[in-house]
């Protein structure tokens, strides 16, 4: 019985990771990212206490970027964030790889806004440029060698307190090398 259950396990695993293999290293379809912008406002404002969500910022994702839906007025911005960028991936099996493309809810302090929020934007429009882990991590490099991301002012926070959302991990097209 062990040995059945030994083969069973093995042949499983090599399904698997045949599988990977035979996939592509592209992004999923971008509307498997979208959310209707009630949804997301949602989402966005449950990542803090309501005192402070409330009154912040809400930026939602649409095909051209993320956009203000919502005007505040406590220097916090609530999003609803992608997986973008090498930090997405977690190795599992070698040659195998996790993407998380669950999406995540953050908000931002007026610090964290005006330093870590570009950055989050500029990782999203790269991602929905179609670039790779290593070339978005390249663009940001770049993005802060030449200047167009800010450098962090001082100590920045941002809150992650919803329940709602859901941090689920779903096996990745591709390979890692």
């Known amino acids: 019985?062990?040995?059945?259950?030994?083969?069973?396990?093995?042949?499983?695993?090599?399904?698997?990771?045949?599988?990977?293999?035979?996939?592509?290293?592209?992004?999923?379809?971008?509307?498997?990212?979208?959310?209707?912008?009630?949804?997301?406002?949602?989402?966005?404002?449950?990542?803090?206490?309501?005192n402070v969500s409330a009154h912040a910022t809400v930026k939602i994702l649409t095909a051209s970027?993320?956009?203000?839906?919502?005007?505040?007025?406590?220097?916090?911005?609530?999003?609803?964030?992608?997986?973008?960028?090498?930090?997405?991936?977690?190795?599992?099996?070698?040659?195998?790889?996790v993407l998380r493309k669950a999406p995540r809810s953050i908000c931002f302090n007026p610090v964290a806004s005006r330093t870590v929020l570009p950055l989050q934007e500029l990782r999203t429009k790269l991602g929905m440029e179609g670039k790779t882990p290593d070339q978005i991590a390249e663009g940001v490099q770049a993005a802060y060698a030449k200047g167009e991301l800010p450098k962090m002012e001082t100590v920045a926070f941002a809150y992650m307190f919803s329940a709602d959302q859901d941090l689920g991990l779903e096996l990745a097209r591709g390979t890692l090398t």
């Open 65 to 97: 970027g993320f956009k203000v839906a919502a005007q505040g007025d406590n220097g916090f911005v609530c999003i609803v964030m992608r997986g973008w960028g090498p930090d997405v991936y977690t190795r599992t099996v070698p040659g195998t790889r």
């Open 1 to 50: 019985m062990r040995r059945i259950m030994a083969g069973l396990v093995l042949l499983l695993v090599s399904m698997q990771v045949a599988l990977v293999r035979g996939q592509s290293a592209k992004y999923p379809p971008l509307s498997e990212y979208m959310m209707t912008p009630e949804a997301e406002m949602a989402l966005a404002r449950s990542a803090a206490p309501e």
